[in-house]
């Protein structure tokens, strides 16, 4: 998945990039009810103007992104100053109360991400092919603590095969995430003219309280 990945963004092949923050987050995130000051982690983040809203909401940010084009986006695109430094093999930039971390998800440890307490995926699952999406479910779960809440964006599309982004049902998100999640069905859209339908789903961090 590197190298296309890479390629997408060297050539903007980026449909999947939204130029406003996602509706469902500002609908559906406060329901949530995380706690101000709550760091999210955000995998596969891109250039997400996703993550700018959660900033502003209160919780620091930890995004994930394997491609370096898009951190360089999405830091140029705020005229603030960026610390640069080198973390367990990752290259961070820290913008506000921002942090993007240049790598492989997959290579992020637990001891990396001690703070986070909450998630946020709206192009992360279904970026991933079939193989590979029950290694993330996996990984996530062994990187938020007991009680972690996340908010789920997915994507059913009548071109099952084709990716990303991918179409990822319903019973494949329960299959994925009950066995380390509560998962919860929040809302399902409309096809739009593509036939293409966003679900939004909340997660929650099996596991004794903290």
């Not at 949530?32 to 955000?42: H, I, Y």
């Not at 603590?145 to 991918?166: Q, R």
């Amino acid at each position: 998945m590197s190298t296309s990945w890479r390629q997408r963004w060297q050539e903007g092949r980026i449909g999947f990039h939204l130029e406003h923050t996602h509706p469902a987050l500002t609908r559906y995130w406060p329901e949530l009810d995380v706690a101000p000051g709550t760091k999210v982690l955000v995998p596969l983040c891109g250039k997400s103007l996703d993550m700018r809203w959660l900033a502003e909401a209160g919780h620091p940010v930890l995004g994930i992104e394997l491609a370096p084009e898009a951190i360089d986006q999405f830091l140029a695109e705020r005229g603030m100053a960026v610390a640069r430094y080198t973390q367990a093999g990752f290259k961070v930039s820290r913008q506000g109360s921002v942090e993007l971390w240049c790598g492989d998800f997959f290579h992020l440890h637990i001891q990396q991400a001690a703070e986070i307490g909450a998630f946020y995926d709206r192009a992360s699952l279904i970026a991933l092919p079939p193989a590979t999406r029950e290694r993330y479910a996996f990984h996530l779960a062994q990187l938020v603590p007991p009680a972690a809440k996340g908010l789920l964006i997915s994507l059913e599309h009548p071109d099952h095969g084709a990716g990303p982004p991918y179409s990822v049902p319903a019973g494949e998100i329960e299959k994925l995430f009950t066995a380390n999640f509560q998962v919860t069905l929040l809302a399902k859209g409309q096809p739009d003219e593509r036939g293409r339908t966003e679900s939004v789903w909340a997660l929650e961090r099996r596991g004794p309280r903290p």
